[in-house]
């Protein structure tokens, strides 16, 4: 069964504006619910010249999860490296899943510059953060599982840390990987993996084989078809201009350079500056952007054939309701 995420970009959108996109997305039948976790944007301004979005995902979560009836909604995602401790990440899942049950989740990624090096805090390299985002999550399900838990991490201590409130198992959690590492600890310490900006050709032959050798490691997932699936895509719906679908997603050129998820830049300006000088034909070639449902559906259904079982779609369409009546009504009914 495939089921459907709805992914609300505080970055591109006020708090507000994701507020009523969730509201729209349970009416048309999405099963989940995805907010950034960032602490500067992607981007400095959007295309008509309005100042960029900054909100904070954990105060946003809860209204989202109030205004909502039966969305599943968590991170996508957040990075455990030098701005948070587990225990504090796991204390506010704890306190949401007491409040709303089995309707919290938490992706994990290994982070980018623009979640530490505001607050002064040096970005490390790819190995230490892989290692920090590994230690992150057993402390994380330690805590949910234990009682004045004691650990003596690499990375973070625990002194007799204990939830008093929440449930005795961690809600589900998701390892976000563009590559082979964080792939294999999805298989081994996660509920799920997620990918975005990826060809189904190297998920088959490079990643979803690292989830299943991380699979063969753990002693808590017994199969790869245990693990939930999941691909993050773009997608930009006007049902009369492709260049009206285009010129939403136009800010997010950055995303498209390498070097600003290597590199500790910081700065949306300096993204967006270097971003604005990527061709949007580029653009073009790694999102989505049209005015043919029946694009939508292709997309999803190559990433269906693929493998993945769970598919989110962050959406930049002028109309995000019509964007949800296609939805509901060409592309959900394809996959029952």
Known sequence: ?????????????????????????????????????????????????????????????????????????????????????????????????????????????????LNESPLGLPMPEFGESARRTAEGVRIIRTLFEGEFVDYDGTYWDLNEANLYTGPDEAPPIYLASNGSTLARMAGDLGD?????????????????????????????????????????????????????ALRPCLPWRGTQLPIFFEADIADPRTVQAHGDKVDPDYLKEAFTITTDPEDIHEVTQKYVDAGFNHIVYQSHSPDQAAFCDVLSEEVFPQFD
Not at 199 to 209: G, M, N, T
């Open 192 to 244: 799920g993996y997620i990918t975005v900006f990826e060809e189904p050709e190297r998920v088959k032959e490079e990643l979803f084989p690292a989830v299943e050798q991380g699979v063969e490691k753990s002693d808590r997932n017994s199969s790869f078809s245990e693990l939930d699936r999941s691909i993050h895509l773009h997608v930009s719906y006007d049902p009369d201009s492709e260049e009206a």
């Open 1 to 113: 069964m495939v089921r459907f995420g709805w992914f609300a970009s505080l970055e591109e959108f006020s708090p507000a504006e994701c507020l009523d996109q969730v509201e729209l997305a349970e009416d048309a039948g999405f099963d989940t619910a995805w907010v950034n976790d960032h602490f500067h944007p992607w981007f400095d301004h959007l295309e008509d010249g309005s100042s960029a979005n900054g909100g904070n995902c954990w105060s946003w979560l809860p209204a989202a999860l109030e205004r909502t009836d039966d969305l599943v909604i968590g991170t996508g995602v957040s990075a455990i490296i030098h701005r948070y401790h587990p225990a504090n990440v796991a204390h506010r899942l704890a306190t949401l899943a007491e409040l709303y049950p089995d309707r919290i989740f938490l992706g994990l990624g290994s982070g980018e510059a």
